[in-house]
């Protein structure tokens, strides 16, 4: 009998295999369908991304959304135009905040030690084996500033114009390898190669995001984006060897290095990397749990290349071992992970337990709002710029902590329901990247710093997937049939025979669901208000970053009570007086503010002798409040105008006035030998 060509229809429930494109009779396509399918051999990549023979069957085609004519790289590449493009005004600023600690003060940075010695230290230059090191290992990023260094010397335009370029590289890795895909399953683009409304509005809600402002405007903020930017190639091989067969095992093995030294060069730009090892295997996670609720253990019939659930397990242990190696050698070379630190810029790590814990479940609230909608950003968010929550009477315990764990606690209920029963690993997916990147500051450890917004580079990636899952599932739910005209062509550029019309949307093909052209207007319309008012934000919030003042009167404009904006506030205000006040301010809310104290000190001294005695007390509270750093410093210079001045009392011809001088001077001499 003559042979007859096969259709095949693009469904989501049959894969049919290259091989099978003709059958020996007409019959097949028949079968085809209404549902049924001959015998085939399915790809380990089939295996891994489609439900399970004996798993509850579910009809995915609603979960696929419509597309856009748009393909990935085409949208990568627009969003990494646009992610330099907003940034542009950040290539003129000079150095703010840590780039003076970082950057222009470390030896390391500025090629003044050996290369070997950048390895051995902290990200701020010392000796990270010391109690005194802020114990951040970031030695990558450090030869980056090196590198810059080289090339362009202690020009801080070129130190800007670099971290916009790994902005825009960053911007372009994150939609090829995140956005584009349906991770949570670790399928690649639907089959006509473009991307979905939902992929669309993520990519570019992501790209213009002010929350990345830190990342890229300060300096010292490209640690977060060389990491971010390796751990998405992390991932990139970890859906390589996903999809990678038994019989591919030089593939696995390259993949396997490829995940591996990703993911430690990652962890080496900032430690946030390590967390990319619970990330990736999610999805794991959630086939797993999935095939224990369901009793199955395999992912397909007998007869084909089956993936068991030892190879989940695989995935989750290796990753497990890699980061819990990573922390123990960690411990055992640095020893105490522990940072030094002052009570004002992270007074948690000083305060009882209730209160901390409080506070600490109070904070991600505020991560949330930033995450969701930063209309109010600082550089700063120490002591008291956020009130610590002491008990649970405070209204803010009430009328915002407990509703949003209420509600997040909700979200991962139905996250882990549809993973379970419904195979839709999306959900679970999207929160492990808000959640896991956001623990190591989190306060379950003792930090350096209350709150920071670039610590929220890598969880805005989590909020960004929420928001694709959710334009996903309106477009599909608003998404009618396609007439036979517009079957879309296939990656070959092949067009696709047309399946005849149904008047049953959920069994339509994926390709065969699209928007209608005035709905498509409305959600490119939203996508475009959305992107340009993101575009806006950030490129005014660049202006602030501009330089130091700048940035304090922001900071201090933002939150007022932060003891750190007030200070810099008042070293900026001209008027003596005025600074006075707003040092009294200070001191009321933090009395042992150590920069105020010795501030205060060297204003009494300089209004001729106005109150020795009263900046004799200042320098005995600055005395047993800076205990190291740049506070030392800044108290010892205090120390020294005082004892000019005391000297100038003790040749003075009035006895009382020499009398009074001896005394205090030997008591000054006392004070800096403690200092």
Known sequence: MRSTPCVQWPTDQVLVDSQASQCSSGVACTLLYHGYTMPKRKSHRDEYSYASADEPKHNTSRNVAPVTGVAPRSLAMLCAAIGAAIYLNTGTHGWTLDDFSAVVGNKDALADTPIQAVFMHDFWGQNITLDSSHKSYRPITTLTFRANFAMHGMNPHAFHQTNVALYSVCCFVVVIVIFSKNFATHDSVPRQNCVSFGAVAASLWWTVHP?????????????????????????????????????????????????????????????????????????????????????????????????????????????????????AARRVAFGSDTPKGRFEDNPLRFVDTKTKVLTALYLQTINLKLLLYPDVQSSDYS???????????????????????????????????????????????????????????????????????????????????????????ICTAVAVVAPPSTAVPNQSGARIQDRPRTQNRSDAPIHTLTLPVALQGVVLAAVLGLTMQGATMTVARNEVWANNTALWESAYAAYPRSVKAMYAHASNVRNGTEAQLIMHDLLDIYPFHCYALASLQRYLLMDYYLDVEQAMAYAERATSSCYYGAGKKYLDTAMRDLEKVLETMTASSDDAKRQQGKRLLAKAMELRKKN
């Open 383 to 473: 002591f008291d710029a956020i009130p610590l929550l002491r008990e649970t009477t405070d209204a803010r315990w009430w009328t915002l902590t407990v509703p949003f764990y209420i509600v997040a606690t909700c979200i991962a209920a139905v996250a882990v329901h549809r993973a379970c029963y419904r195979a839709d690993n999306t959900l679970v997916v999207a929160l492990s990247w808000v959640v896991f990147p956001i623990l190591p500051t989190s306060h379950l450890v003792d930090v350096g710093l209350v709150l920071a917004e670039r610590t929220l580079f890598l969880p805005s990636v989590g909020v960004a997937l929420l928001l694709k899952y959710a334009v996903d599932q």
């Open 211 to 327: 929350i990345h402002t830190e990342a890229v405007a300060s300096v010292v903020g490209r640690a977060e984006i060389l990491s971010a930017t390796l751990c998405f190639v992390a991932l990139a091989f970890f859906e390589r060897i996903q999809r990678t067969g038994p019989t591919q095992s030089v593939y696995n093995v390259v993949n396997c290095v490829g995940f591996f030294v990703s993911i430690l060069a990652g962890t080496l730009c900032k430690e946030i990397g390590i967390t990319m090892c619970v990330v990736a295997v999610a999805p794991n996670v959630c086939t797993v749990m999935r095939r224990l609720v369901t009793g199955t253990t395999r992912l397909h019939e007998e007869g084909s290349p089956t993936k068991s659930i030892q190879s989940d397990i695989h995935s989750i242990f290796g990753s497990a071992c890699l980061a819990l190696a990573y922390l």
